[in-house]
T-cell receptor, first 113, second 115 residues
Framework: GENVEQHPSTLSVQEGDSAVIKCTYSDSASNYFPWYKQELGKRPQLIIDIRSNVGEKKDQRIAVTLNKTAKHFSLHITETQPEDSAVYFCAASNRNTGNQFYFGTGTSLTVIP | DTAVSQTPKYLVTQMGNDKSIKCEQNLGHDTMYWYKQDSKKFLKIMFSYNNKELIINETVPNRFSPKSPDKAHLNLHINSLELGDSAVYFC??????????????FGPGTRLLVL
């Protein structure tokens, strides 16, 4: 089955700096890669996603890149703000696995004011 | 107009008891899931279920069983609760659209504490 690895497990940045979180996956059939943000005590919420027919996607300060050959994808947050502090999860999925989502182990991001 | 809802939000119970957590989605999705999030924040898939197929994570003890009265509901029943079952349980739903995987939406979580 699919195996998703996520690094780093913790990340601290100064406000205004950029943050990058990286994930790798093992199943070449995976074709959908969402990123979730989970604030303390809250549910995971989708912040951005990318499909395998696209190499990069941006939404304001957030961007995701995908390298299908190397089987890795990354989340980039620019101009970080204190409210970006949360746990971020990457995931991978494909139709062949019955719409199951395989999650990375999470990255705890702290933005220092 | 909550998309995915769960009850109860908090559940405190004694070891050995049997309990259920309810989940409902009003998104018209055909696939629902249960996840367990432990103290280390790992999101572990327990079950995924649509009207055709139940996929069980092989590491889930058979004390846990999903029950789906209809397409909009997937409840989680837990027998003989153990201390290690303490965690946050999230329900989620998504839609299979032909060959395209759609994203999933999470419920607010149920915080289970077994004493």
């Amino acid at each position: 089955g699919e195996n998703v690895e996520q690094h780093p497990s913790t990340l601290s940045v100064q406000e205004g700096d950029s943050a990058v979180i990286k994930c790798t996956y093992s199943d070449s059939a995976s074709n959908y890669f969402p990123w979730y943000k989970q604030e303390l005590g809250k549910r995971p919420q989708l912040i951005i996603d990318i499909r395998s027919n696209v190499g990069e996607k941006k939404d304001q300060r957030i961007a995701v890149t995908l390298n299908k050959t190397a089987k890795h994808f990354s989340l980039h947050i620019t101009e970080t703000q204190p409210e970006d502090s949360a746990v971020y999860f990457c995931a991978a999925s494909n139709r062949n696995t019955g719409n199951q989502f395989y999650f990375g182990t999470g990255t705890s991001l702290t933005v220092i004011p | 107009d909550t998309a995915v809802s769960q009850t109860p939000k908090y559940l405190v119970t004694q070891m050995g008891n049997d309990k259920s957590i309810k989940c409902e989605q009003n998104l018209g999705h055909d696939t629902m899931y249960w996840y367990k999030q432990d103290s280390k924040k790992f999101l572990k898939i327990m079950f995924s279920y649509n009207n055709k197929e139940l996929i069980i994570n092989e590491t889930v003890p058979n004390r846990f069983s999903p029950k789906s009265p209809d397409k909009a509901h997937l409840n989680l029943h837990i027998n003989s609760l153990e201390l290690g079952d303490s965690a946050v349980y999230f329900c989620a739903s998504s839609q299979l659209a032909g060959k395209v995987v759609e994203t999933q939406y999470f419920g607010p979580g149920t915080r289970l504490l077994v004493l």
